[in-house]
């Protein structure tokens, strides 16, 4: 399901938080992000199928979301380019690439 660029939309399915981002987990985004993760509780997944890439703000912001809930989120759909960068900077310790779970029909 398709949700306008740069927008975030949360579903809860079985008793966890769905978080579906479109467009690229950048600044603005970030910061929408930021003012939901006080509002949810784990478990969580994120959905990154219609997301480009990702910059630093980003990963500071998955990095809060660990840090807040004392547990990481699960990031489905993640392109090969966020990927390498969450291997790459060592933030696999603070979130869970899930390639066999997905939410994309929710």
């Known amino acids: 399901m398709q949700i306008p660029e740069g927008s975030i939309k949360i579903q809860t399915h079985e008793g966890e938080a769905i978080i579906q981002l479109s467009g690229a987990l950048n600044v603005t985004l970030s910061e929408h992000l930021r003012t939901i993760i006080n509002k949810i509780t ?3 997944t994120i959905n990154f199928e219609q997301t480009p890439y990702m910059t630093a703000e980003g990963l500071q912001v998955l990095l809060e979301f660990y840090k807040t809930h004392h ?3 699960t990031l489905v759909g993640a392109n090969a380019l966020i990927q390498r960068l969450i291997k790459m900077t060592g933030m696999e310790r ?3 690439l ?6 994309s029909e929710l």
């Not at 899930?98 to 939410?103: E, G, I, R, S, V």
């Open 98 to 103: 899930d390639h066999k779970n997905d939410h």
């Open 71 to 73: 547990a990481p989120p």
């Open 94 to 96: 603070y979130v869970r």
């Open 42 to 44: 784990p478990p969580v």
